[in-house]
Protein backbone atom coordinates (compact mmCIF):
# COMPACT_ATOMS: atom_id res chain seq x y z
CA UNK A 1 0.00 0.00 0.00
CA UNK A 2 2.80 2.65 0.52
CA UNK A 3 4.19 2.00 -3.18
CA UNK A 4 3.53 5.17 -4.52
CA UNK A 5 6.34 7.47 -4.15
CA UNK A 6 4.31 10.52 -5.01
CA UNK A 7 3.90 13.45 -2.89
CA UNK A 8 0.56 13.29 -2.58
CA UNK A 9 0.38 10.42 -0.04
CA UNK A 10 0.76 12.01 3.50
CA UNK A 11 0.30 9.41 6.31
CA UNK A 12 -2.97 10.53 7.67
CA UNK A 13 -4.67 7.67 8.88
CA UNK A 14 -8.12 9.64 8.90
CA UNK A 15 -8.89 10.45 5.66
CA UNK A 16 -9.96 7.92 3.63
CA UNK A 17 -7.32 6.84 0.40
CA UNK A 18 -8.78 5.98 -3.34
CA UNK A 19 -6.86 3.82 -5.39
CA UNK A 20 -7.19 5.18 -8.91
CA UNK A 21 -6.36 3.03 -11.62
CA UNK A 22 -4.90 5.24 -14.36
CA UNK A 23 -3.03 4.08 -17.87
CA UNK A 24 0.19 5.51 -17.40
CA UNK A 25 0.83 5.72 -14.18
CA UNK A 26 -1.12 2.32 -13.01
CA UNK A 27 -2.46 2.41 -9.59
CA UNK A 28 -2.47 5.78 -7.92
CA UNK A 29 -3.37 6.27 -4.73
CA UNK A 30 -5.26 9.61 -3.62
CA UNK A 31 -6.70 10.91 -0.82
CA UNK A 32 -10.30 11.45 -1.14
CA UNK A 33 -10.49 15.05 0.20
CA UNK A 34 -7.71 15.95 -2.57
CA UNK A 35 -10.26 14.95 -5.54
CA UNK A 36 -11.58 18.03 -7.54
CA UNK A 37 -15.38 17.98 -8.79
CA UNK A 38 -16.00 19.22 -11.94
CA UNK A 39 -19.75 19.37 -11.34
CA UNK A 40 -20.01 20.20 -15.20
CA UNK A 41 -17.01 18.73 -16.71
CA UNK A 42 -14.45 19.85 -19.35
CA UNK A 43 -15.74 21.36 -21.80
CA UNK A 44 -17.22 18.71 -24.78
CA UNK A 45 -16.47 15.91 -21.44
CA UNK A 46 -19.38 16.68 -19.59
CA UNK A 47 -19.55 12.92 -18.08
CA UNK A 48 -16.13 13.28 -16.67
CA UNK A 49 -16.71 15.11 -13.45
CA UNK A 50 -13.94 13.62 -11.13
CA UNK A 51 -10.56 14.33 -11.81
CA UNK A 52 -7.17 14.41 -8.72
CA UNK A 53 -3.88 15.91 -9.63
CA UNK A 54 -0.77 13.96 -9.81
CA UNK A 55 2.96 15.92 -9.87
CA UNK A 56 4.72 14.90 -13.22
CA UNK A 57 8.51 15.03 -11.88
CA UNK A 58 9.65 16.16 -8.82
CA UNK A 59 10.25 20.54 -9.31
CA UNK A 60 8.23 20.25 -12.86
CA UNK A 61 5.87 23.00 -13.11
CA UNK A 62 3.83 20.34 -14.63
CA UNK A 63 1.20 18.21 -13.81
CA UNK A 64 -1.36 15.41 -14.74
CA UNK A 65 -5.26 16.04 -14.39
CA UNK A 66 -6.23 12.80 -13.87
CA UNK A 67 -10.02 11.48 -14.15
CA UNK A 68 -10.55 9.13 -11.14
CA UNK A 69 -13.30 7.06 -13.11
CA UNK A 70 -11.17 6.86 -16.94
CA UNK A 71 -7.89 5.80 -16.92
CA UNK A 72 -6.97 7.15 -19.95
CA UNK A 73 -8.00 10.03 -19.79
CA UNK A 74 -5.88 12.58 -18.42
CA UNK A 75 -4.08 16.13 -19.57
CA UNK A 76 -0.81 17.87 -18.44
CA UNK A 77 -1.38 21.04 -16.62
CA UNK A 78 0.44 24.25 -15.74
CA UNK A 79 0.09 27.31 -13.67
CA UNK A 80 -0.52 29.71 -16.69
CA UNK A 81 1.23 32.17 -14.17
CA UNK A 82 4.07 30.88 -14.11
CA UNK A 83 4.53 31.69 -17.63
CA UNK A 84 2.22 34.69 -18.23
CA UNK A 85 2.60 36.31 -14.94
CA UNK A 86 -0.05 39.22 -16.25
CA UNK A 87 -2.07 37.15 -17.52
CA UNK A 88 -4.71 37.70 -15.12
CA UNK A 89 -4.39 41.69 -15.14
CA UNK A 90 -4.48 42.24 -18.85
CA UNK A 91 -7.86 40.84 -19.00
CA UNK A 92 -11.21 42.63 -19.06
CA UNK A 93 -13.18 43.47 -15.86
CA UNK A 94 -15.88 40.75 -17.16
CA UNK A 95 -13.37 38.05 -17.82
CA UNK A 96 -11.29 39.08 -14.46
CA UNK A 97 -14.62 38.27 -11.88
CA UNK A 98 -14.17 34.68 -13.09
CA UNK A 99 -10.89 34.74 -11.16
CA UNK A 100 -12.74 36.06 -7.68
CA UNK A 101 -10.18 34.97 -5.31
CA UNK A 102 -7.08 33.75 -6.64
CA UNK A 103 -5.39 36.73 -5.21
CA UNK A 104 -5.99 35.50 -2.07
CA UNK A 105 -4.45 32.58 -2.56
CA UNK A 106 -8.59 30.90 -2.28
CA UNK A 107 -8.77 30.04 -6.00
CA UNK A 108 -6.07 28.49 -8.05
CA UNK A 109 -6.07 28.83 -12.24
CA UNK A 110 -4.70 25.97 -14.32
CA UNK A 111 -3.80 25.79 -18.17
CA UNK A 112 -4.60 22.51 -19.88
CA UNK A 113 -1.55 22.09 -21.72
CA UNK A 114 -1.17 20.45 -25.62
CA UNK A 115 1.77 18.62 -26.62
CA UNK A 116 2.00 17.64 -30.68
CA UNK A 117 5.78 16.99 -30.97
CA UNK A 118 5.55 17.77 -34.98
CA UNK A 119 4.30 21.18 -34.67
CA UNK A 120 6.15 24.26 -33.57
CA UNK A 121 5.82 24.90 -31.07
CA UNK A 122 5.48 21.63 -29.64
CA UNK A 123 4.16 22.64 -26.38
CA UNK A 124 1.04 25.34 -26.25
CA UNK A 125 -1.14 25.96 -23.36
CA UNK A 126 -5.37 27.14 -23.55
CA UNK A 127 -5.68 30.13 -21.91
CA UNK A 128 -8.79 30.99 -23.47
CA UNK A 129 -10.78 28.21 -21.33
CA UNK A 130 -8.12 27.48 -18.42
CA UNK A 131 -9.60 26.17 -15.49
CA UNK A 132 -10.25 27.10 -11.99
CA UNK A 133 -10.17 25.65 -8.65
CA UNK A 134 -11.77 26.24 -5.47
CA UNK A 135 -9.06 25.54 -3.02
CA UNK A 136 -11.88 25.20 0.05
CA UNK A 137 -14.92 23.15 -1.97
CA UNK A 138 -12.37 21.54 -4.38
CA UNK A 139 -14.70 22.24 -6.92
CA UNK A 140 -13.44 23.22 -10.66
CA UNK A 141 -14.65 24.94 -13.47
CA UNK A 142 -13.42 25.03 -16.86
CA UNK A 143 -14.32 28.64 -18.16
CA UNK A 144 -14.19 30.67 -21.24
CA UNK A 145 -13.28 33.77 -21.41
CA UNK A 146 -14.69 36.48 -23.33
CA UNK A 147 -11.26 38.17 -24.31
CA UNK A 148 -9.88 37.73 -27.57
CA UNK A 149 -6.24 38.67 -26.28
CA UNK A 150 -4.98 35.02 -25.56
CA UNK A 151 -5.64 31.69 -27.55
CA UNK A 152 -6.37 28.35 -27.08
CA UNK A 153 -3.09 27.65 -28.34
CA UNK A 154 -0.81 30.21 -26.63
CA UNK A 155 3.40 29.03 -27.32
CA UNK A 156 4.76 27.44 -24.14
CA UNK A 157 8.44 27.81 -24.30
CA UNK A 158 10.80 25.73 -21.97
CA UNK A 159 14.26 26.44 -20.43
CA UNK A 160 16.06 23.58 -19.56
CA UNK B 1 -34.40 26.59 -35.52
CA UNK B 2 -36.27 29.30 -34.31
CA UNK B 3 -36.43 32.44 -36.49
CA UNK B 4 -37.59 35.91 -35.05
CA UNK B 5 -36.91 39.12 -36.62
CA UNK B 6 -35.68 41.78 -34.60
CA UNK B 7 -35.47 45.31 -34.56
CA UNK B 8 -32.69 47.68 -33.32
CA UNK B 9 -33.58 48.04 -29.58
CA UNK B 10 -36.40 45.15 -29.24
CA UNK B 11 -35.30 42.00 -27.62
CA UNK B 12 -36.30 38.35 -27.17
CA UNK B 13 -37.00 36.92 -23.60
CA UNK B 14 -35.68 32.73 -23.34
CA UNK B 15 -37.28 31.19 -20.23
CA UNK B 16 -38.17 33.36 -17.75
CA UNK B 17 -35.00 35.09 -16.92
CA UNK B 18 -32.55 35.59 -19.96
CA UNK B 19 -33.14 38.24 -22.47
CA UNK B 20 -31.11 39.14 -25.36
CA UNK B 21 -31.55 42.67 -27.08
CA UNK B 22 -30.06 44.32 -30.26
CA UNK B 23 -28.21 47.34 -29.03
CA UNK B 24 -26.39 48.25 -32.82
CA UNK B 25 -26.41 46.90 -36.55
CA UNK B 26 -23.32 48.05 -38.24
CA UNK B 27 -22.82 46.32 -41.73
CA UNK B 28 -23.00 42.82 -41.30
CA UNK B 29 -22.21 43.04 -37.47
CA UNK B 30 -25.04 43.16 -34.49
CA UNK B 31 -24.20 44.02 -30.98
CA UNK B 32 -25.97 42.29 -28.90
CA UNK B 33 -26.79 42.40 -24.94
CA UNK B 34 -27.92 39.37 -23.23
CA UNK B 35 -29.38 39.85 -19.63
CA UNK B 36 -28.68 36.21 -17.72
CA UNK B 37 -28.40 35.14 -14.73
CA UNK B 38 -24.46 35.38 -13.53
CA UNK B 39 -23.96 31.65 -13.72
CA UNK B 40 -25.46 30.82 -17.22
CA UNK B 41 -22.47 30.64 -19.70
CA UNK B 42 -22.66 32.55 -22.18
CA UNK B 43 -19.85 31.99 -24.95
CA UNK B 44 -19.18 32.89 -28.27
CA UNK B 45 -19.94 29.59 -30.79
CA UNK B 46 -16.75 29.27 -32.78
CA UNK B 47 -14.56 30.10 -29.46
CA UNK B 48 -16.49 27.26 -27.41
CA UNK B 49 -16.33 24.94 -30.21
CA UNK B 50 -12.73 25.69 -30.57
CA UNK B 51 -12.07 24.83 -26.96
CA UNK B 52 -13.51 21.39 -27.12
CA UNK B 53 -11.71 20.76 -30.18
CA UNK B 54 -8.60 21.89 -27.57
CA UNK B 55 -9.65 19.95 -25.01
CA UNK B 56 -9.69 16.29 -27.05
CA UNK B 57 -6.24 17.85 -28.79
CA UNK B 58 -4.95 18.29 -25.18
CA UNK B 59 -6.04 14.61 -24.17
CA UNK B 60 -3.94 12.40 -26.94
CA UNK B 61 -0.67 12.76 -25.27
CA UNK B 62 2.32 11.85 -27.10
CA UNK B 63 4.25 8.74 -25.57
CA UNK B 64 7.38 10.84 -25.27
CA UNK B 65 7.21 13.39 -22.89
CA UNK B 66 10.87 14.91 -22.85
CA UNK B 67 8.79 18.05 -23.86
CA UNK B 68 8.22 19.10 -20.56
CA UNK B 69 11.66 18.87 -19.54
CA UNK B 70 12.67 22.23 -17.50
CA UNK B 71 10.50 25.35 -16.59
CA UNK B 72 9.07 28.56 -18.36
CA UNK B 73 11.42 31.35 -17.86
CA UNK B 74 12.00 35.14 -18.93
CA UNK B 75 13.48 34.93 -22.60
CA UNK B 76 16.72 36.73 -21.18
CA UNK B 77 18.31 34.08 -19.15
CA UNK B 78 21.51 32.57 -20.83
Known amino acids: MMSQHNALNSCEP ?29 LGLPDHKEYCLLPHQPGSPFFWLQSVTTPYLSFIVIDPLLVEPDYLENLPEADRQLFEGVDRGDVIVLALVTIKPEKDPPLTMNLVGPIVVDQQTRTAHQVVLSSTRYTCRHALRLQS | MLVITRKMDESITIGGNIRVAVLGIKGNTVKLGIDAPRQTPIYRTEVYQNIIAENLRAAELPQDLSFLDGHPGKKEGA
Open chain 1, 14 to 42: SVQVLEIQTSRFGIVQVEADKILHFPDGL
